[in-house]
């Protein structure tokens, strides 16, 4: 079955930097984009980035654009998400998605925590 | 971009009750809209796509309609495991998401 487990989130000063990973299993990888979305603490959700199969093609959000950057192993059946400059608005919880080809996200992973704080 | 709004906010209600949710869309978005069903602590499920085609597994208590910039979801017959939040999303121009419907126990 498909299984999407997302690590590396933690506490983090304003301005540093972080590194999410999402690791995929039960399904082929390399043949389907690839999205991130985040859930701040009691609020609702906001996507972020997408990916195409590939990796030729990326897209953000205005709020993360110029800070984030999504990236992918297809080798490794592994999604990224390099968080630089981050900010107090980042804290949130981290969920990567997969991208059905008709653009709606069929699974998703159990998330990380992101917090972002002094 | 194109804005999403959810209403109610906070709906309550009882096991066996029909629950409506509407989703409207800043500007039209075709069929383009999924939505999703999250609980505490969990991920969102998908439920519904192309506004209303039931998600493979999904209960078929569920039913989605509309088009354009106007959409519900309906739950005929509230079971104990519906109570969740409900989020709906459109598609048509990259991804934007509702504020959300907190189903909640009257």
Redesign the interface.
């Known amino acids: 079955q498909v299984q999407l487990v997302e690590s590396g989130g933690g506490v983090a000063q304003p301005g540093r930097s972080l590194r999410l990973s999402c690791a995929a299993s039960g399904f082929t990888f390399s043949s389907y984009p690839m999205?991130w979305?985040r859930q701040a603490p009691g609020m609702?959700?906001?996507?972020v980035a997408?990916i195409s199969y590939d990796g030729s093609n990326k897209?953000y959000a205005d709020s993360v654009k110029g800070r984030f950057t999504i990236s992918r192993d297809n080798s490794k059946n592994t999604l990224y998400l390099h968080m630089t400059g981050l900010r107090g608005e980042d804290t949130a919880v981290y969920?990567c998605a997969r991208k059905?080809y008709?653009?709606?996200?069929?699974?998703?992973?159990?998330?990380t925590l992101v917090t972002v704080s002094s | 971009d194109i804005q999403m709004t959810q209403s109610p906010s906070t709906l309550s209600a009882s096991v066996g009750d029909r629950v409506t949710i509407t989703c409207r869309a800043s500007q039209s978005i075709r069929s383009?809209l999924?939505w999703?069903q999250q609980k505490p602590g969990?991920?969102?499920?998908?439920l519904i796509?192309?506004a209303s085609t039931l998600?493979s597994g999904v209960p078929s208590r569920f039913s989605g309609s509309g088009s354009g910039t106007e959409f519900t979801l309906t739950i005929n017959s509230l079971q104990p495991d519906d109570f969740a939040t409900y989020?709906c999303?459109q598609?048509d121009r990259?991804?934007?998401?509702?504020?959300?419907t907190k189903v909640e126990v009257k």
């Open positions: 999205q979305v609702g959700l906001e996507w997408v897209y969920y059905h008709e653009d709606y996200f069929d699974y998703w992973g159990r998330g | 383009w999924a999703y969990q991920a969102p499920k998908l796509y192309k998600e989020y999303q598609y990259f991804w934007t998401f509702g504020q959300g």
